[in-house]
């Protein structure tokens, strides 16, 4: 899988958000659940189909501004990358 910047991930059929407490939300797919808090949640509350990659990197840059950019991209790849891997986003 190549992951380019203009890239459109999104969640995969069988897969949808439940509530779960506090600033808490799951991600429920086939095989399980994921709770997600923070910047996971952040990232693949913006797998929506829509936004590209790069414009998913921009709008965490601009939330976590105090951070280096550089970082704040390679760690949304990696995240990225391992979703895809476990079947819970394509592009």
């Known amino acids: 899988?190549?992951?380019?910047?203009?890239?459109?991930?999104?969640?995969?059929?069988?897969?949808?958000?439940?509530?779960?407490?506090?600033?808490?939300?799951?991600?429920?797919?086939?095989?399980?659940?994921?709770?997600?808090?923070?910047?996971g949640r952040e990232i693949l509350e913006r797998c929506d189909g829509q936004r590209t990659v790069e414009q998913i990197v921009e709008e965490l840059r601009q939330i976590y501004s105090a951070g280096d950019p550089a970082r704040i991209e390679e760690d949304v790849r990696i995240f990225l990358g391992k979703l895809h891997q476990k079947r819970i986003i394509d592009f």
């Not at 059929?13 to 994921?34: D, K, Q, T, V």
């Open 1 to 39: 899988m190549t992951l380019e910047t203009t890239s459109r991930p999104r969640l995969l059929a069988g897969c949808r958000w439940a509530e779960a407490s506090g600033a808490e939300r799951l991600l429920l797919f086939p095989e399980g659940a994921i709770r997600l808090q923070g910047t």
